[in-house]
């Protein structure tokens, strides 16, 4: 026999199953699990490329957009959407819920495709239980939480203060679910990266920390690539 509503207070839902009395949190899981499933698992399709299975664990769902799979335990943002969806057909929080999940597991995978266009001057270096780190010209490195670090003269990484520059207000990367946008952190760190690949030497707080010899090593670079454009 299926739980049965039998009173709805501000905070509690009282259900009555098999010879029962069962009292539930009154949150927006439980109204779709209780008032509008009768206690089965959560089925629901917001359109032809997007839909929500919860599994046989209460508030785990399997999910799924244009053909993408993802497990989500946030059950009550899954039925916020249902809820929302229903009253007004609109699916965007369900599609942001998901596009937010998926940039956290395909995290890797999308900003090892976003570095491809600084080709072989930055590289991602994943290993077990560590952190990802980005590595600009074989002398910086930014890492997963947007903290520069510079080559010492020893061969240690030593932190280095920098801020990102530019418009660091939006960048998107095209995916199998649409555009997504890249979180504050990844911003952060593909800004980095940028200064990073064309250091302002004039920018004295970042200038020196640096070693003598790096210091003389950047200088020398942009006296020679000054020259080239000179020289063309």
Known sequence: MNPK????RDNTLILFEAGNVITVPNNSYNQVKYREHKGDR???EFNDDSYVQETYDNGIFNTSLNGETLQIRDSFSICDAIKEHK????????EKLFKKQYFIEKKSELMKEMIEVFGD???MVEKDDTPTNY???????VNDVGESHYLSDFGQWSFLCTVAQGN???MSINTKIGELELGSTELTIMGKIGFLLAPDITDNVFFHQLSDKMQSVLKAELEFDSAKV???
């Open 230 to 232: 000179v020289g063309v």
């Open 121 to 123: 001057r930055v590289k």
């Open 135 to 141: 590595i600009v010209d074989e002398r910086f490195m």
């Open 168 to 170: 660091l207000s939006k």
């Open 87 to 94: 009253k007004d057909s609109n699916d965007k929080s369900f």
């Open 42 to 44: 959560i089925f629901y």
């Open 5 to 8: 509503i039998i009173a709805e």
